[in-house]
């Protein structure tokens, strides 16, 4: 088989123009919907995030949802209306995005992290226990790139032990455990409807729970600690006063974002079937190549394949997974990393003491994971340029 040079090496670039990692698919529908809004003469939370709140409530099977301006904000308030605080303990994983540990420590509780699963990336649930101590008041799993974490085992350890689950599912909005939609599951779920999320509101957020009172909490938390919220205070019933309950915080969504959200919640299974015909290409075209692990393709679950990511096995290449991410852009494919090891940024070193070795999943997969382009407007074409690219440089670098 001929050898190609990688563009990085002098060769020819497998594509002319640059393929961004990811873009956002909106169409006529989302423009007509957030120009209604606009000419309604009311942008902010008002009819439209309560339609969106009632509209995603039925899609997760979740009894209510709050509509919140980011998933970072559904977490924080999460914690916030658990009572979690100041000498409390929440146990998550470092393979994550850093709001997740970020929002624990904001409440002056401590992150416990433990170690991943190699073949999802998700919490290995045999090792949760272990890190469990009176101080102990919630596990926060995380629905990696829109795989399930494993919610039975997960539920019978916080039943055992009295916590509570916070699930993030800032990737997992159409994400299915043995038939039972993320969103209803644990006490509450967090869902992130960012600008390369599958379902975007440009920056957005949800909290499903099957708890009234949770939901109450979260929704006042959430616009100051107010007990109403401007659309009922300017109700046609006539103007009443709100009381101060807590000092809150300002994370309500707009109706500008709901109104986008309303339709891409409407084409959101629609999307999913075009991802799923990538990644199926993906899988196929990558599993004859031993220097790479894809990540995340376990049996009988539904996954909302909203990151594709692959291992490249460095110790079978002459290339570090940098050197490959630099040799993919060079090849005009944009890439990216989910994760590195939340636990040796800087922040999380300095304050909690962690260094190289204490978490070794994480941290092997921190160093060789990337993420390939995957959404709903990629062309055929883009997807084969992605394949041959990756096949091309790994190809080059394999020993
Ligand atoms: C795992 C995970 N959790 C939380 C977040 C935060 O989401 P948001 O940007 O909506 O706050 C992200 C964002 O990418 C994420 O990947």
């Not at 009572?83 to 420590?105: L, R």
């Not at 409440?107 to 890190?131: G, M, Q, S």
């Not at 707009?254 to 299974?269: M, P, R, T, V, Y």
Request: aromatic residues 10%.
């Amino acid at each position: 088989m001929k050898i190609e040079i990688p563009a990085i090496e002098g060769g020819t670039p497998v594509r002319d123009t640059f393929l961004s990692f990811h873009q956002a698919l909106l169409g006529e529908e989302e423009e007509a919907s957030v120009i209604q809004t606009l000419r309604s003469g009311w942008l902010t939370t008002g009819p439209k995030t309560k339609q969106f709140e009632a509209e995603f409530a039925r899609y997760a099977n979740a009894e209510h949802a709050v509509a919140v301006n980011s998933c970072t904000a559904a977490l924080h308030l999460s914690l916030i209306a658990a009572e979690i605080g100041e000498g409390d303990e929440v146990i998550t994983t470092p393979m994550t995005f850093c709001a997740t540990a970020n929002v624990i420590v904001q409440v002056r509780a401590t992150p416990v992290f433990v170690d991943v699963d190699p073949v999802t990336l998700n919490i290995d649930v045999n090792k949760i226990e272990e890190k469990i101590t009176l101080k102990t008041k919630a596990i926060m799993p995380v629905h990696y790139a829109g795989c399930p974490c494993e919610m039975d085992a997960i539920l019978e350890i916080a039943r055992k032990h009295n916590l509570l689950v916070i699930e993030d599912a800032a990737h997992a909005t159409e994400t299915e455990y043995h038939g039972k939609k993320v969103g209803s599951i644990g006490d509450m779920t967090a869902f992130s409807f960012y600008a390369t999320k599958n379902l975007t509101t440009a920056e957005g957020g949800m909290l499903t729970t099957n708890s009234k009172e949770l939901e109450e909490r979260v929704r006042i938390f959430a616009l100051h600690g107010m007990s109403k919220d401007a659309w009922k205070r300017y109700s046609p019933e006539g103007y009443q006063h709100y009381q101060v309950l807590y000092p809150g915080y300002k994370y309500n969504m707009a109706d500008i974002q709901a109104s986008l959200g309303l339709c891409q919640l409407a084409k959101i299974e629609g999307f999913l079937k075009v991802r799923q015909k990538y990644v199926a290409a993906y899988d196929n075209a990558f599993k004859d190549m031993d220097a790479i692990i894809r990540i995340g393709r376990i049996p009988d679950i539904k996954h909302a394949e909203h990151l594709y990511v692959i291992m490249v096995k460095t110790e079978m290449l002459n290339a570090s997974r940098d050197m490959i991410l630099s040799c993919l852009q060079k090849e005009n494919i944009g890439v990216s990393v989910h994760f590195q090891s939340l636990h040796l940024q800087p922040y999380y070193r300095q304050q909690f003491g962690f260094s190289e070795g204490a978490f070794p999943v994480t941290e092997y997969a921190g160093e060789r994971i990337l993420s390939l382009p995957l959404y709903p407007g990629l062309k055929e074409q883009d997807v084969d340029d992605v394949i041959k690219a990756v096949r091309k440089v790994v190809g080059y670098y394999r020993q």
